[in-house]
């Protein structure tokens, strides 16, 4: 049997609930020609699925009723923060996208000094509800109940002198120096205790020698994902699906 069409939507769940679908979710019903009576999934974020059937289908108003809750349970088993020095063009899209697929729990944007990626004010604004779309498309297509909570876009200076960056979770800087601790070595007493991770990834080109060492000062320690140089939107995805992998 196929699956039940699934969407996310921005208000709370309730069983009984009869209620308008959001915009999004209600142009997918009407895409997918689906009919009064149909079945569907619905997720608020909340960590359930909820079924609910379709009452109407109007022009632009989509009503359904909202029936039991399923919890899902399809999390990593610890809560994992990128922090990201922001790729360009449709890259930082793609890397939310699969992001949200392998389970982060935060996404913090970053400006850094070789960024060429640059938002600030209201184009900032703009780009953070667009990601959170995309954030949305994710949960929904991998099954997730819970999105990833994405910050807004903060200088990388700003972040570490912050309260994000505080040490109340092991902290590591994805690093191609010499010498740098192996991302496994790293990662195995954090799967075993089921702690907090926080990961900084550079942008394009990398970290500045001085943005590092404002990292590790700062506390994080430096971890090597080998000697292959990986794009900014392939690194921090490299080490959630290490994680991934681990933990399955």
């Given amino acids: 049997m196929p699956a039940l069409p699934r969407f996310h939507v921005d208000l709370p769940l309730a069983a009984g609930l009869e ?54 349970d399809c999390e990593l088993p610890m809560a994992v923060t990128l922090a990201v020095g922001m790729p360009a063009n449709e890259r930082m899209d793609w890397l939310i996208e699969k992001a949200t697929e392998l389970g982060v729990a935060e996404i913090q944007p970053l400006v850094c000094e070789r960024s060429v990626l640059r938002l600030s004010g209201e184009r900032a604004g703009r780009k953070l509800a667009h990601w959170q779309g995309v954030a949305s498309a ?75 060492a404002a990292a590790r000062g700062a506390g994080l320690q430096p971890v090597t994902l080998g000697r292959r140089v990986l794009r900014a939107e392939t690194a921090p995805l490299a080490v959630l699906a290490a994680l991934a992998a681990l933990c399955a």
């Fill in 19 to 72: 209620a308008a679908l959001p915009a999004a979710a209600a142009r997918h019903v009407q895409v997918l020609r689906l009919q009064p009576g149909d079945a569907v999934r619905l997720f608020d974020g909340g960590g359930s699925d909820w079924s609910a059937e379709l009452l109407h289908i109007g022009r632009s108003v989509v009503q359904v009723r909202v029936g039991a809750p399923q919890a899902v």
């Fill in 138 to 212: 994710a949960a929904e297509q991998c099954g997730r109940a819970r999105l990833p909570t994405l910050q807004p876009v903060r200088s990388l200076g700003e972040w570490l002198a912050g309260p994000a960056a505080a040490p109340t979770s092991a902290r590591f800087v994805l690093s191609l120096a010499g010498g740098t601790q192996p991302i496994a070595e790293a990662l195995c007493p954090a799967v075993r205790t089921g702690s907090a991770l926080v990961f900084l990834s550079g942008p394009e080109g990398g970290l500045s020698p001085g943005e590092e």
